[in-house]
């Protein structure tokens, strides 16, 4: 860590901050320019608070060296992480692709649904039982229900289930859910992030609509340090002033995690884009460039396709993205479907 | 709430969406242009799920006239809300100003800043005990204890107190808490705020980092909508691609708030810039805009107060911008503090 | 074009607004609400200035219907433009490699680049003479004299030069240049587009940084209105909070550009991440998702490879990008390289 | 400047390297840790280029301790600069106030804002001759006409005038002229800039929708680097994610910029939030954080006065914001109007 400090600050000053550096366990190493000192941390400084460092009134800025996440940094795991859920896998040579319904609404649809995408390749199910909303007026979700819905169609189809969860109170009903979703908006919800760390179940974390790469490594540290290494990052867009679509999908986030961690990498095209259109390019897209594998929205319910609007991505377009990904696999290999 | 349609859009599916608008108990206006059909959807629209619409493959884009709050939304309380939390209140032609440390450290810290912000004029005393941290191995707050350190602060100086909860099951710890701060990152937990709006306590809501303000006020309304009307809405800067600070004071949100709803609107320079020195003018520009208090940032342990470089705001300049800002409402008149 | 008037407005507001709009051409239709009236505005709306209605007192807000752009409109010209560069084009079954330096520094330099990157599968050579540099004291570019080296690079290759303008009176420079590019800051120069337009060669219109999709084809238009068809768009990553990366490449960008135009698109990954090691990845999904071409950085002169450091993609790596964006190409059928 | 190496450098790597920063005349600092080592640049950096040492393989960031702006620089020169306009100045005890219409339309309408924002105190006019506009089919201003009628303006109130240059080739046209503006979209049109740097023009320099406060300061170095030091910096709103106003005021910028630099800032609220009702409370608040002055669209043609529905700020309106303003200043003392 590096402590750049501001122009006037004397010998005193910095004698002082030095001893209080060398209390914490850390060398101090000193780089005098005309203007500016510069003081290098050296050791350990994961547990060493930026904020307040930075928050002196002689320090001008604050500058980490190493990542302040240790169980999720490549650095010390060299090896891809591959989560084992169910009968298959996320990371290593698997591609996994989550599909089914934004939201449970029946036993007909799920099943339905959960028979079509296990057609087209899908490696799980995916539905919302639980739903966040930004309106209090807005449908929240069969709850309970929906994922008793989920773990029918995972009996009758062996598809695992992932669900998404928005209150640790809840954690009793997800013990036969697969996978845990931690949506965008509880990325920084810290008390859940601990709570999931105390299971073992395998935990997909989605990216905050605002947070950094940086931060979304940080709060999966927040669940391995719980003791819970199974963590699934997914990449879903982030907020920009672009409106033609419901945020910015992020694909460079992918290397970009698969440089920093050792963690699996998926990609939601569905919601990044809010666009039915561009899920098939954008799929692609993220199979191009090395994502573990996709979360998809796909709707089939004929009491909820409006008015001749067939709403969202129809099982037969998911077979068909399912297919072209496949191509894409195949054409740079390493990773089977 | 307008729908435009594609171009190509047929008869028969505009009849097929015009039949499912009348069966949701609203009226159909249709508009025909050269390329597009534009449909108006008149009534109580708040319970249209604009999305589900948005993604109907004959629908180009939805377009909200109403907004969707209602209990937060000025056009059905025209009059200004006034919170009343203790002995004072927010709102009306009070200036709140809630200051105290960022985190509760010890008896002898928040006694001895209690009684130096009460004598610069806080009206309210602010401290953090449960601490939303970016990492897991960052300082977490003296939770528990540090609630029952501000309880005896509020008991010496009289002060009402105010502190950040992020985990509804923490609530019975908050009984004698007067004001119930939900922070930026738990803006969209909507199980949070869920149990708060059964609360009757005032809360403090915290705009996200990347929240629009008619996502502030659906979560305003995500409490009002369970019975607790006592909502105070807080600026604290929203992210963008400045690095200087930590984030950008969105000052235009005060005027635009209190255009659109009847809550009142404080301000944290403290948070927003994420740098001391710039307290000062952004607190003054708040009170000049029409805000109706400040959260400020003092802190005041020596023991803290590493190698000769203060941190943050001390109690003496603190003082000198609650004078500041005095003279600043005196000048506008309206507002007492 | 839809303005919705805000509650309030008085009927004799509204026959005066009509009475304008019809005088402007068009044909009114109006949609009364309980608290708003919608007025539609029918016909060639494309010269209503909508900022101009928005500032009305009685408006509450405006919505564009139809898109503002018309000659680089998919609705009008629903057929893909193809622009002819040299003995090559970019658009239809082509895909289009430009590689070079970033900046023209030698004409060994120049001469060896741009023979590798032909042989490596480049349709065209790329080099920067005239560089747009944040600060006054950084290198700006060889201007003339490299424009002269990529001449003479073309002439001894056979590939077409692409290089970027910054100063309409530098065009006569330009004679020999098969594209001319326009860089992000002068996205909005609307002074150099209007130039632009008034030659016939072909202009690669680079995003800027905060630029919406619609102010890039809104740019386009610029040069278009002025007769010169042969536009290339370049998406190249915009700005946000992230700071792994220069910016942010929003690949979703490209199936939009086509969903809205007719114009080739283009991705430069190598500006938009900034990490030599992200352009492979980056290239890839930008081939997946429909991308036109690519515009790649290749540097190779081994006196600026300073201290063993080699500096962004070399020419063998360049060559490992492009036959990895061959075999995407290729399983995905249709453009063939 | 601080270039933090990979882990896995090797010493003859790094040896390498520092003969290469000892070439460019700069001392060698080098502290290791245990997994990085950091490369200290001491002595004068402004020459050193950052992305192409970023761009290094061995390099995995660079940070740079000295600000690379020189002539803007306030550790240079500590004192406030005040830049004399005609019969006034910006900067120091003088509050600036510019006001006028969006676009000069008519010697009518120019003479009677004149009058009218003399009369309400204004220091200066403001008006649009040259207009930037997104759609190649909206009003283009009426140019050099504009510019006579400014001209004339000026010789019958005595204000000194502000209007907009997008062309050096125009600048002949600017000689009477007392402050040539440079738009948000031209802040990092480098041409425009050096041309004006050799100028002695006053330059109010208006920051870009995406521009960090940095660049704005390399931008105003563009000028002075040519010899032309009357720089006056405008905050005009930054672009983000939030859709309630045009842009984002970002207020900071003004204490920032005063540490940052010498030279005069001043606040355009008209354009920062499209929305003439905030401008009065964002004013205030500029004037209450120390902003040097205002720039303000006023608006008062009643020919163009639509439908009962008058256009952004009135003269009245602008009167009412003006007295607020100096009521804002005089409790704050020290600058005068």
Chains 1, 2, 3, 4 share one sequence.
């Not at 002196?56 to 992480?81: C, G, Q, T, W, Y």
């Not at 099943?111 to 966040?132: D, E, N």
Request: hydrophobic share 45%.
């Amino acid at each position: 860590m590096i402590a750049v400090l501001k122009s006037g600050t004397t010998e005193t000053q910095i004698e002082n901050l030095s001893s209080w550096i060398r209390l914490q366990g850390l060398e101090v190493h000193l780089s005098r320019g005309s203007l500016h000192t510069v003081v290098g941390l050296v050791g350990d400084t994961s547990k060493i608070d930026a904020e307040l460092l930075e928050s002196l009134d002689i320090v001008e800025s604050v500058k980490r060296i190493s990542e302040p996440f240790k169980s999720a940094n490549r650095k010390f795991h060299p090896d891809d992480s591959i989560i084992s859920v169910g009968n298959t896998s996320v990371g290593g040579n698997i591609f996994a692709v989550m599909a089914g319904p934004c939201s449970v609404e029946s036993e007909e649809q799920v099943m339905s649904i959960a028979h079509a995408v296990k057609a087209a390749g899908a490696t799980m199910l995916r539905g919302g039982a639980f739903k966040p909303r930004t309106s209090p007026y807005d449908f929240q979700g069969l709850k309970a229900d929906g994922i008793e819905l989920l773990i029918e169609a995972k009996k009758e189809t062996g598809l695992p289930i992932v669900t998404e969860i928005m209150n640790a109170n809840h954690l009793p009903l997800f013990e036969e859910v697969d996978v845990i979703q931690v949506g965008a908006r509880n990325m920084q919800n810290f008390e859940l992030l601990k709570e999931l760390g105390r299971t073992d179940k395998p935990i997909l974390l989605k990216r905050g609509l605002a947070n950094t790469l940086k931060e979304l490594l940080m709060s999966a540290e927040y669940i391995m340090a719980g003791g819970n290494e199974n963590v699934i990052l997914c990449e879903r867009g982030v907020r920009t002033f672009e409106t033609y679509t419901r945020n910015t999908l992020d694909l460079s986030a992918v290397p970009l995690l698969h440089e920093l961690s050792h963690l699996p990498v998926i990609v939601d095209p569905s919601h990044a884009t809010g666009v039915a259109r561009l899920v098939k390019p954008m799929a692609l897209a993220a199979a191009a460039c090395g994502a573990n594998g996709l979360m998809i929205e796909v709707h089939n319910d004929p009491a909820h396709a409006l008015c001749d609007g067939a709403q969202s991505l129809t099982p037969d377009a998911f077979a068909d993205v399912t297919a072209a990904v496949r191509q894409v696999l195949s054409a740079l290999g390493g990773i089977k479907q």
